[in-house]
């Protein structure tokens, strides 16, 4: 019996451990700021349709979105900038997480809007459940039967 004590300890420990969450939300849900504002490069694209993560490119991964704590938003490729907004929500319903998993809670959603005023060109990212944690930006979205994930890391 002593032998099976500390194990015993251990247990909830681990467990407790494991629940712990690296996201920083404030009192009242939303995202602070100071965790999205700053410079990013989109580091992975992938979508899962049942058959496990396939990766693909979106040409988005040469530029920087740079997030502002006003909530606007640019993207700078070398080629040309564009300018917008966006803004982080918080919606009670069904979602997939960043593992293609579907949860049925209050999550976050994620909308990036930048386009460019002379060349009209734009980027328009909107994505179901977004976490933030470890430097990332963790951002998934649903359509279609198909899970798509957008991986952003801090440039």
Not at 92 to 103: E, L, N, P, T
Request: hydrophobic share 30%; aromatic share 18%.
């Amino acid at each position: 019996m002593k032998k099976l004590l500390p194990y015993l300890f251990a247990i909830p420990v681990l467990f407790f451990a494991q629940s712990c969450s690296k996201d920083v939300i404030s009192p009242d849900g939303q995202y602070q700021t100071a965790n999205i504002t700053g410079s990013w490069v989109l580091s992975e694209t992938a979508e899962n349709n049942g058959s496990g993560w396939s990766y693909f490119n979106t040409g988005l991964d040469k530029g920087v979105f740079s997030f502002y704590s006003n909530s606007s938003a640019s993207y700078e490729d070398g080629y040309s900038q564009l300018t917008g907004n966006w803004d982080i929500q918080t919606l009670s319903g069904g979602y997939y997480d960043r593992y293609g998993d579907f949860h049925n809670d209050v999550h976050q959603s994620f909308r990036i809007q930048v386009q460019d005023r002379y060349t009209n060109n734009s980027i328009n990212l909107y994505f179901d459940d977004v976490v933030i944690a470890s430097g990332n930006i963790i951002a998934t979205s649903y359509t279609s039967r198909t899970v798509t994930r957008y991986i952003f890391r801090r440039y």
